[in-house]
């Protein structure tokens, strides 16, 4: 992945980055991120709606994302979108490094036509999620809809956040699933801002997260 998204080194800001590879018997991943981008995704997970909702967490969170998957898809989807989420995970909490200084804590409510969905999250350290989607149909597209619940249980529990996802209205599979998507990217944007009031300091009581 030496072909980067955009060169970092034009800009004046730091950019917190991290590149991730992992390879199982199942799957091999490689993925990089730039916490600091302008949304650019360059998504190959062989899973065509699976690349879309990554471009969404690109597009609304202003994160830079490359990814690319080797899976075992004759079987299913199943071991490559875990693993994709997992991969994930260990690049946001490799990119965040120690948490000095971020907001932490991310809220967004998305609408997509009829479905709106909040997302609430937080950098704790302590990974939990609480999942309260709906989703009508078993699939959308060749999408298997329980695959994202797998998902983010994979990234809360790589990347140590507690999640909080909360369908508030919704009956189209696709518009539940992609509100979820860009309310989490807009909620992440939010927790991994810099705070200029905490500088370099832990945002935590307890001085370490």
Known sequence: MSDRLHDAGNDTQHHRTASV?????????????????????????????????????????????????????EIDDHHTNEDVGITLGKALAKALGDRKGIVRFGHFIAPLDEALVQVSLDFSGRPHLSYGLTIPTERVGTYDTQLVREFFVAIVNHAQMTLHIRQLDGINSHHIIEATFKAFARALRMAVEADPRRASTIPSSKGVL
């Open 21 to 73: 590879s992992r390879k199982t018997g199942e799957t091999d991943i490689t993925a990089f991120i730039d916490l600091d981008g302008r949304g650019n995704c360059k998504s190959q997970t062989g899973i065509p709606f699976l690349d879309h909702m990554l471009h969404q967490i690109c597009s609304h969170g202003l994160i830079d994302l490359e990814i690319e998957a080797q899976g075992d898809w």
